[in-house]
DNA sequence: GGTTAAAATTGGTACGTATCAATTCTAAAT
DNA sequence: ATTTAGAATTGATACGTACCAATTTTAACC
């Protein structure tokens, strides 16, 4: 468990929510938390607002806090914390096999859209990297990975047979994950149909994504087209005024 | 423009980053905007944490505060603030003309899994709404919605005609809009063709959202079918740890 | 009983202080 | 020039205070 005094009492909140410990679903009232917790008043709204992000809690003032209702009931669409990468880190943790297998692995020089993205100069090159990702021997996803050499100057194609992620978080420092994701929806194409085991009249997810570093260098940009019965996407939006 | 001390100095923020009057894209640091604004760093920390948590800035411990390169470039998967619901809001605002077409609207006794998502009891009533939603008089959506007659009992067509978000908005005082969306992809049906203009290699894009009121009451399950070309989600992921 | 105005409740905003932890910078040592 | 240890920088955590705004509760009034 994380020593900090706010992660603390988010977890032991979301414990008692799961374990129906408050009336009415309704939390009580931050300066009673405050005390209860002999902790201060902003230590619990941290905790408390960080809830409401993810969706777990809502605020209303004047009025309380409250349980969401969906929180209790684990409903598929609550198999996160917040929001959502989906498939393989959702597929890991439920007692499917994972694994990769790399299509192509190679060195370019960077397409305009690529060195658009990843803000490059001309002339810079990129590993292009082409792999399928399997789920108990069944594929699920294609993927292309574009990845500025200058950043990681050592991507073998053993390492790439990993999980990139894994590798970055050890070489780069890059703790936490941030990107930009665009999700959309299209007709297979011949390739797809091929390599994904699907009829012409079955579509794939698109996921694309930019990568960045933690102090905003932009990574990678991941391209995957996702069998369509294996692509989804859950996560609470939030949007005030 | 908001009258709170964080929201202007966001405002400010995203204005200077815009005009590029950063060196280097590094903000100056959290004590010299304190001064510089005349406010707390408290709040100055407040405006900071809610842009990074869009993806406009990046924060560093012991390294600084900088600019996300592609917040500067006007790329469009940063067409939102955030988290974006797509479609009809962002259509809105670029010149296009919605449209709603009412194709059914009646009362029913609350389906198995509608009254396990709205949280009914055996027995209520629920409005099930389908409408057709188009741009230029293409059709883009089918939508199918469920809302407690409890929650709106003076429900009618006409209003079932416009927008009910800005109906909710009005007559239960929600403010923000809160949702749990699921997002998938699927082959069209031939109803979806048919409505849709699909061709059979074509798919739709589903997006299922539960929408709550500010206390958390569940107030709307709304599940889109969307024309594949329309249907895009775009969103910034900022996952800690 | 229903209405209405005052009081209490409850989350939001803003300011300020102290301390810690990650990173970068500086300068001494070799 | 390179290495290294200390100092400075910079964001993160935590505590606390004061006041505000939305909502609910209470109590007075008719």
């Known amino acids: 468990m994380a020593d900090l005094v706010y992660k603390k009492i988010m977890q032991n909140l979301k414990d008692k929510i799961k374990a129906n410990d408050f009336e009415a679903n309704r939390l009580p009232d931050e300066r009673t938390l405050s005390d209860e917790y002999h902790v201060s008043r902003s230590s619990i709204k941290k905790a408390l607002s960080i809830l409401a992000q993810q969706g ?28 959502n990468l989906g498939i ?37 090159f990129v590993y292009e990297i082409n792999r399928l990702r ?9 993927e292309t990975s ?10 073998t194609k053993k390492i790439v047979q990993g999980s990139l992620f894994d590798y970055f978080a050890k070489e780069l420092h890059s703790t936490g994950t941030k990107a930009f994701m665009s999700l959309e ?13 699907l009829k012409t009249t079955e579509p794939v997810g698109i996921m694309e994504g930019i990568f960045f570093l933690d102090n905003g260098t932009p990574l990678e940009i991941s391209d995957m087209r996702v069998h369509y019965k294996y692509f989804s996407y859950n996560t609470f939006v939030n949007l005030p005024d």
């Open 88 to 124: 393989t880190n959702n597929l890991k943790t439920e007692g499917y096999h994972p694994s990769i297998k790399v299509l192509d692995f190679k060195v370019i020089s960077a397409p305009a859209e690529i060195k658009e993205d990843l803000f490059l100069n001309d002339g810079e």
């Open 56 to 83: 777990v809690i809502f605020k209303k003032r004047g009025s309380g806090t409250f349980v969401n209702p969906l929180y209790l009931k684990n409903k598929s669409i609550f198999r996160y914390e917040g929001s």
């Open 134 to 142: 399997l789920l108990d021997e069944k594929a699920i996803i294609i």
């Open 146 to 155: 574009y990845i500025p050499i200058k950043i990681a100057p050592s991507l």
């Open 185 to 197: 929806a299209q007709p297979s194409t011949a390739d797809d149909q091929d390599l994904l085991d």
